[in-house]
């Protein structure tokens, strides 16, 4: 596939990170005369998408190139596709791969936008892809990095990071999505790209639950810069690199994540930090904060390695119901004296 041009590509979620990538890519590829196809769930909005080049919903007027187009039918946006990006809920991408994969053409590379650990498995998107579709490592990518989706599709610029075992996929990919606002790195480090994705959005509901209770910025960086080394622990344990969490995908996408009122999982945090129950939050936010559905699954990985991640374990002690806000902060700040150098306490 490297050093070819894709027939087409397919992105299968029309939410808004879903359609601001398709964004991305079809203003990086249309002087190739390469169709950029949406697998979108409603019919409504695949027909928003065909007939006024807009998916109000997510991303209000925005206007999307004219080499999107937009379906319902799984097979038909997927036929031809030799780029498919998956950008669906994390707990629904075992049942929704497990439709489609039927339609994916021979050789297909499936590329991750997913930031999300599955619950029951505690295996990462990447890991689910490969083996759902029996795909090998070098056909499965992922992508990370500050990429707040509001910010993108009004073309501001940012950058982000392609993941892939095999650095010729994972530059190819880049080449693909290279827009004049939208800078790609790549990294063999798929395991930290993914984890650091993962894990910022728990503790970018740390933050936010400290926002909502009217807490400064003092607390607020003290979150994020210890939220960085508890995921910097859990990355190196598993196998994963340090310069990794140093970059984009790691404290780049970590800040963004935790200080952007843009950023679902930190308003999820503020909201909760508010005084609302989990239920209420949920009705509110019209998509999925990630960090609420992963939590669990990462605190569960983390202790089945002996990785202390204290926000983690505090922040999954609230969303359960088993410790309250207002105490969360009390909890954390009770903890044994240490250095701050220690990677493994």
Known sequence: MPNTLPRKIAVMGAGSWGTTFAKVLADAVEHHDIPVMIWARRSEAAAEINERHTNSRYLRETKL???????????????????????????????????????????????????????????????????????????????????????????????????????????????????????????????????????????????????????????????????????????????????????????????????????RNNTAGRLLGQGLFLEEVNDRMSQTAEGIKSARAVFDLATAHGVDMPITEAVTMVLEGNLSVENMAQRLLARDLKSEGELQS
């Not at 004219?66 to 780029?83: T, W």
């Not at 590329?111 to 795909?135: N, P, Q, W």
């Not at 063999?188 to 910025?217: P, Q, R, S």
């Open 65 to 263: 190139p004219a080499n999107i187009s937009a379906s319902s039918d799984k097979a038909e946006v997927l036929a031809q596709a030799d780029l498919v990006v998956l950008a669906i809920p994390s707990q629904s991408l075992r049942s929704e791969l497990a439709e489609f994969k039927q339609y994916l053409e021979t050789g297909a590379v499936l590329l991750s936008l997913m930031k999300g650990l599955e619950r029951g498995t505690d295996l990462r998107m990447s890991e689910v892809i490969a083996e759902v579709t029996a795909l090998p490592q070098d056909k499965v990518a992922v992508l990370s990095g500050p990429n707040l989706a509001m910010e993108i599709a009004r073309e501001q610029p940012t950058a982000s990071v392609v993941a892939c075992t095999d650095p010729e996929v994972a530059t190819w990919i880049a080449e693909l999505c290279s827009a004049p606002y939208f800078r790609p790195y790549t990294n063999d480090d798929v395991l930290g790209v993914e984890l650091g994705g993962i894990v910022k959005n728990i503790i970018a509901l740390a933050v936010g639950m400290c926002d909502g209770m009217g807490f400064g910025d003092n607390t607020k960086s003290s979150v994020i810069t210890r939220g960085l080394a508890e995921t910097t622990r859990l990355v190196l344990s598993l196998g994963g690199r340090m310069d990794t969490l140093a970059g984009l995908s790691g404290l780049g996408d970590l800040v963004a994540t935790c200080s952007s009122a843009l950023s």
